[in-house]
């Protein structure tokens, strides 16, 4: 019985776990040396967060509003944009004179960001340390067709991760 | 040890754990790099060093890792409950462990076996024999006497055994 659990045990410990990926090893290496060089990046954000810096938390937390600004003013160009250039469906079988009242349009779109979730510290793209914001939105599009008097709306559940600069202290 | 030997030896084990809290590896690696930013946090906080960790820092790494994956967990079912539910069932155990082509059913049903474990047993077994930890340390790091911890293994190893059995009985 105990023979048969050392079997086991020895067979288990010669199995390997699969190792993290090279991006994962990547990203990790970073945060630790930049760490070891300053105190670590995470200390530092938790200074920065909890701390006694709250000016620039301010100006963090001004940043991540501008950059939320940006982004919905962006969406409402890209969303006006893609009104006018949306294909109008048209019935099959029919000529476009003969369908022009059945036609259906887009009448309105919006874009509403109903959540955000921070997901604490990470590393941008460019390896410096950021707070990772997620973006909960939701893409409406109304359509009409006049001729039929029917309509409907889509809406598309869409989902945007931001990264917000941390100062480097 | 630099870093790269260090997470060598040790991030399979880690990774390995993060996965018991987790549906997916690309999870599990988030779970493991916040876990490890929680780490270096409170050791900055504590004594203000940071780089590769000592032997000695393995228990409190494993427990910030499990606390990361369950914050993780946490956000993930607040927002899609139901969704998390589904993608529990299916977790996927098949590539727990590296395995060449003759003994790649072997570390399947062993991974299979081992997902049917009990959490708390689980965990020791892959405290304990991935991450190299005694009872001592695991004991501390779960906040259970050391008796407690070789209790679970040896709880684990039996139900594995079981497990094993039954299904090369059923081939």
């Known amino acids: 019985m105990k023979d048969d659990l050392s079997r086991l045990e020895q067979e288990l410990a010669q199995l390997r776990p699969r190792s993290p990926g090279a991006d994962c090893e990547r990203r990790l290496r970073r945060i630790s040396t930049e760490g070891a060089a300053s105190g670590t990046a995470a200390a530092d954000s938790r200074r920065f967060m909890f701390g006694r810096f709250w000016g620039r938390r301010v100006a963090v937390l001004g940043a991540a509003a501008l950059v939320l600004l940006a982004i919905r003013v962006s969406m409402l160009l890209r969303d006006n944009a893609g009104g006018e250039e949306e294909a109008v469906p048209v019935a099959a079988g029919t000529s476009t004179e003969q369908v022009e009242g059945n036609e259906a349009g887009v009448v309105a779109t919006g874009t509403v960001l109903y959540a955000m979730a921070n997901e604490g510290t990470a590393l941008a793209e460019n390896g410096l340390p950021a707070t990772r914001v997620r973006l909960y939105l939701l893409e409406r599009a109304s359509w009409e067709t006049p001729g039929a008097r029917t309509s409907f709306e889509i809406v598309r559940p869409r989902e945007e991760v931001v990264y917000i600069p941390l100062p480097v202290l | ?171």
């Open chain 2, 1 to 171: 040890m630099n870093w790269t030997e260090w997470f060598q030896e040790h991030g399979p084990g880690l990774l390995l754990y993060a996965r018991q809290w987790t549906p997916s590896r690309t999870e599990a690696e988030e779970a493991l790099q916040d876990g490890f930013v929680r780490f270096w946090r409170s050791r900055a906080a504590r004594d203000g060093t940071g780089g590769v960790p000592s032997d000695t820092d393995l228990p409190r790494l494993f427990v910030a890792i499990k606390h990361a994956a369950f914050d993780r967990g946490r956000r993930r079912r607040r927002r899609h409950e139901r969704e998390a539910a589904a993608a529990e069932q299916l977790y996927d155990r098949n590539g727990w462990f590296e395995a060449t082509a003759p003994g790649a059913e072997r570390a399947r049903r062993i991974g299979q076996a081992l997902g049917e474990l009990p959490a708390e047993q689980r965990e020791v077994i892959v405290m304990k024999i991935w991450g190299g930890l005694t009872f001592r340390q695991i004991g501390e790091a779960l906040r259970i006497p050391q008796n407690t911890a070789a209790s679970r293994y040896r709880y684990a190893l039996a139900a594995l055994r079981r497990e094993l059995q039954r299904e090369d009985a059923t081939r």
